[in-house]
């Protein structure tokens, strides 16, 4: 029983010592896997995401492109005579090592018909743009269409989340 107890206690540690940390601000790309219409979706309903590319931390891939995630909708607002339709969805759970793990993220969101407008990270003064902090552009306005009074997020869309807290694995 002790020689049972004590290798459970090592393999705790061991497990405790090689937990790691994808820090706040950290950029996750993502292709949306399925159409998310806000006449179907409701606040909280969840969709199915898949990563694009490798995520790397200290040259180990932690989250392999193509991983699972799931986002959920946050807000939806059908367009009316005075406003234009609006959608926000939120990264809530990603497959890091091949393991479910919650995030927190800054919600994105779209609004009306497509929209490729106010972008997120460093600001470009000369275009007016921001790029992330490896250059690439990013957008914290999510493409969409309408569909009468609603939006649409079409499959195969992109979207760029930002972490609001530390991811620990």
């Known amino acids: ?75 939806i607002k059908p367009a009316t005579k005075s406003s234009e339709a609006e959608i926000e969805v939120t990264l809530t759970q990603l497959y890091i090592n091949r393991k479910a793990t919650s995030v927190s993220t800054f919600p994105q969101g779209g609004k009306g018909t497509l929209n490729y407008t106010t972008e997120l990270g460093t600001k470009n003064l000369d275009r007016d743009e921001i790029t992330s902090s490896t250059g690439e552009p990013i957008s914290n306005t999510i493409p969409v269409s309408n569909s009468g009074n609603y939006v649409e997020i079409n499959k195969g869309t992109i979207i760029y989340f930002i972490t609001s807290k530390d991811i620990t694995y």
């Not at 004590?6 to 292709?31: C, D, H, M, N, Y």
């Not at 969840?46 to 180990?60: A, P, R, S, V, Y």
């Open 1 to 75: 029983m002790f020689k049972l107890m004590s290798t459970l206690s090592l393999l705790l540690f061991i497990s405790i010592g090689q937990a790691a940390t994808i820090p706040a601000g950290t950029e996750i790309k993502v292709r949306v896997a399925e159409t998310v219409n806000s006449q179907m979706k409701r606040v909280g309903s969840q969709f199915k995401l898949l990563t694009e590319g490798d995520f790397q931390i200290n040259n180990k891939i932690v989250i392999k492109n193509g991983s699972k995630a799931f986002a959920k909708v946050s807000k």
